[in-house]
């Protein structure tokens, strides 16, 4: 099924058989039904916030409270092309896979059945630097299937070249930089529990198998030395550019300021994101940033958007306040977690299905179409 299959299409492609109860089409549910299944640390882990998660419902209050403006009489194709091109990726609808860590926690193939399953719909993924599988383990499993790849900037540069060169010779061909997690969130569920994966050594396979890992006595207190890297600065971005040859996104941006600041020193793109409010408690809801820096930076920055994203109506809202794609979090760790592969495949085959309904009764056939007038509020 593609992205631009109507809501019959859905049924007659069978794709609903054979799943089970829990995964449900709707998909601001799945959390629920996730909790049920994740084990208690996976559970504190996955699916709470930084702090008293203030942020974390702010994300989804923001796309509460904008609503959409149907539009009727005006001649929606029948059938609905969604796809697009972003950074030179092309991809069935505006909607990536974001680069999420330690994937084995909610299910045991982790990363890999996430990114069959995104191969399989098309979608882009992002192999984060944390993930509980290596580069060339996931570009195995995901094929010819479009991937990109999330660095978090380690403090020692060999192994900062080391991840890039692997990530290229692995096909992945955007560079997505986290700029808000220099230093792990305040996260309570994770504290009271004295639990962090890295610390059991699970999400740091791309450092285990980087060469100046080898024969390391404790590669848990060596990769503790590298991630905290709260020194970081717009001067460490040119070393990037030097290393690597595609376009370069920075994610974490939440201010016009350091959105105009990105676009100066040369990058390609941004993801306007909060990190799902797993990291600054307190910091404003993603969606309401993203308006003014989208027209801040105008067509100097691919602006992308992540952090609440929950259902096809909340892409239409994304993109309608400036965002050329969305990044997709938690729901598919949840459909990971309720059926691996074909959980994931589930979400995703419903996020596109629903956007696409939602666009077409809304009076848009394609995204492009959207702009600030087809919101109220
Ligand atoms: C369990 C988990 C692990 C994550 N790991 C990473 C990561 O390794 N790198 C990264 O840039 N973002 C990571 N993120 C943040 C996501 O990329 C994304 O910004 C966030 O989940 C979006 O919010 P949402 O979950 O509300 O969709 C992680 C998120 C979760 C839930
Ligand atoms: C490499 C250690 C930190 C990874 C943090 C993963 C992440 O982004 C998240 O949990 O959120």
């Known amino acids: 099924m593609n992205a631009g299959d109507h809501q019959l299409g859905i049924y007659l492609a069978g794709m609903l058989e054979g799943r089970t109860p829990e995964l449900t089409t709707d998909l601001a549910a799945l959390e629920n039904a996730a909790r049920k299944v994740l084990s208690p640390e996976a559970l504190g882990y996955i699916v709470p916030s930084a702090g008293s998660g203030s942020t974390a419902r702010a994300n989804l209050e923001a796309f509460e409270r904008r609503r959409i403006v149907p539009r009727m009489l005006r001649g929606v194709e029948r059938q609905r092309d969604l796809s697009c091109e972003v950074l030179g990726t092309r991809m069935p609808a505006p909607v990536l896979v974001a680069p999420m860590g330690v994937q084995t926690l909610a299910h045991e193939e ?41 660095l978090y900037y380690p403090t020692d ?12 010779a692995t096909g992945h061909s955007v560079l997505v930089v986290t700029l808000d997690t220099t230093l792990l969130g305040w996260r309570p569920a994770d504290l009271d529990r004295g639990y962090l994966p ?20 404790n590669p848990v207190t ?3 030395g590298m991630f905290p890297n709260p020194g970081l600065s717009w001067d460490d971005l040119p070393f990037l550019r030097d290393h690597w040859d595609g376009p370069i996104v920075l994610k974490g941006i939440m201010s016009t300021e350091d959105a105009r600041l990105a676009a100066e020193h040369g990058m390609d793109g941004i ?46 809202k994304a993109l309608a306040l400036g965002a050329k794609a969305v990044l997709v979090g938690r729901p598919v760790l949840y459909g990971l977690a309720l059926g691996g592969q074909a959980g994931v495949e589930h979400v995703l085959r419903c996020l596109l299905g629903e ?13 492009g179409e959207l702009g600030p007038g087809a919101l109220a509020g």
């Open 355 to 367: 956007l696409d309904i939602t666009l077409a009764l809304s009076g848009y056939s394609a995204p």
């Open 271 to 316: 993801v306007v994101s909060n990190h799902g409010g797993r990291q600054v408690d307190g910091a404003l809801a993603a969606l309401d940033a993203l308006p003014g820096i989208a027209e801040a930076v105008g067509d100097r920055l691919t602006v992308l958007f992540d952090s609440g994203v929950r259902t096809g109506a909340d892409v239409v």
């Open 222 to 224: 060596h990769w503790a």
């Open 157 to 168: 540069r060999d192994v900062c070249v080391s991840f890039l060169r692997r990530a290229r």
């Open 110 to 150: 982790g990363e890999l059945a996430t990114v069959r399953a995104a191969a399989a719909v098309g979608v882009p993924y992002v192999h984060s630097t944390a993930a509980a599988h290596d580069f060339e383990q996931v570009a195995a499993a995901g094929g010819d299937a479009p991937r990109w790849y999330q």
């Open 198 to 217: 890295f610390l059991a050594g699970t999400g740091i396979a791309n450092y285990l198998s980087a060469p100046s890992f080898a024969g390391v006595d």
